[in-house]
């Protein structure tokens, strides 16, 4: 794969590159500030309920293994 400028007609127009160009800035927004709720929000239901983001999201397992092993509470790491 080659880093090669397109040849694709449709995105010749100038027009049509700056439309693209500002639908794509227009979804990025909308992207960071969805984001942006999602971590807030995890971390007002963490000052409510005790439970961190990963609890929340299923990873919690994950994360108390690794606690464990990090504190030597298991015989193994994994």
Do not use: W
């Not at 400028?5 to 100038?14: E, I, K």
């Not at 000052?47 to 983001?53: D, N, P, Q, V």
């Amino acid at each position: 794969m080659t880093n090669t400028p397109s040849n694709d007609s449709a995105l010749d127009n100038s027009a049509e590159q700056l439309t693209l160009m500002e639908q794509l800035k227009q979804v990025e927004l909308f992207n960071g500030r969805a984001a942006m709720v999602g971590i807030v929000t995890g971390i007002v239901v963490e000052g409510l309920t005790g439970f961190g983001i990963a609890h929340q999201i299923g990873l919690g397992a994950l994360v108390d293994g690794y606690a464990a092993c990090r504190t030597q509470f298991l015989p193994f790491c994994f």
